[in-house]
């Protein structure tokens, strides 16, 4: 019987298949095309966080400074000055609890082993705390917080090249167990604040 050659035939002895049908060559090139392709720029680690603190220590005894970092870590998480990002994001508060949750803050930390290495570090800027020993040979913390004042006073808080953002002001807490000092003669040198040796993790907190 004639039929029009426009009328497609099926060979009803072979299953239809639903996939389309690519010459070999197509397919290949498509498989390398998906090998090349570039990967996934969405990143599923959670986001960076730049440090809440930047604090500079100086001590001339090294077991107290070292006592100092192992409080310190002991609440916050703690990183060198130069590290740009904190390794871990904040860990939320716990609803009603209204101690302090220093967990939640990331510091770095800087200490300094002589008055002269604390002012050169101090003077260059960069920091929003220092912690510093009344008593040590040579530059003593009042020598240190007294030639910081005149920074304080012009606003540049240490030096600044021109056109740059002038570094931030550093507040600065004496470090002493002369009984002798108190808050209100630390004030006559520039200094805000006293912590009492040997240092506690309370006092650190508040």
């Known amino acids: 019987d004639w039929q029009p050659h426009c ?5 009803l002895g072979r299953p239809l298949s639903m996939e389309p049908r690519l010459p070999a060559t197509s397919l290949e090139a498509a498989r390398r095309a998906d090998a090349a392709a570039p990967p996934s720029t969405i990143s599923t680690s959670p986001p960076q966080r730049k440090p809440d603190l930047s604090l500079l220590l100086i001590e001339d005894d090294m077991f107290a400074q070292m006592s100092f970092r192992m409080m310190l870590e002991s609440m916050a998480e703690v990183i060198p000055k130069n590290s740009e990002e904190c390794s871990t994001p904040p860990t939320p508060p716990v609803s009603g609890d209204m101690s302090p949750n220093l ?14 290495v604390g002012w050169e570090m101090l003077h260059s800027g960069g920091f929003d705390l220092a912690v510093v020993d009344i008593h040590m040979p040579g530059a003593s913390g009042f020598d240190i917080s007294w030639a910081y004042q005149p920074h304080l006073l012009n606003g540049d808080g240490g030096r600044s090249s021109a056109g740059a953002e ?9 470090c002493t167990a002369d009984d002798d000092c108190n808050q ?14 040997p240092v506690s993790v309370k006092a650190l907190r508040h």
Not at 7 to 11: F, S, V
Request: proline letters at 7%.
């Open 166 to 174: 002038p570094p931030r002001q550093t507040i600065i807490i004496a």
């Open 7 to 11: 009328i497609p035939t099926l060979d």
């Open 184 to 197: 209100d003669s630390l004030r006559r040198y520039g200094m805000h604040d006293l912590l009492r040796k």
């Open 103 to 116: 967990k939640n803050v990331c510091i770095t930390l800087e200490c300094a082993s002589s008055g002269e």
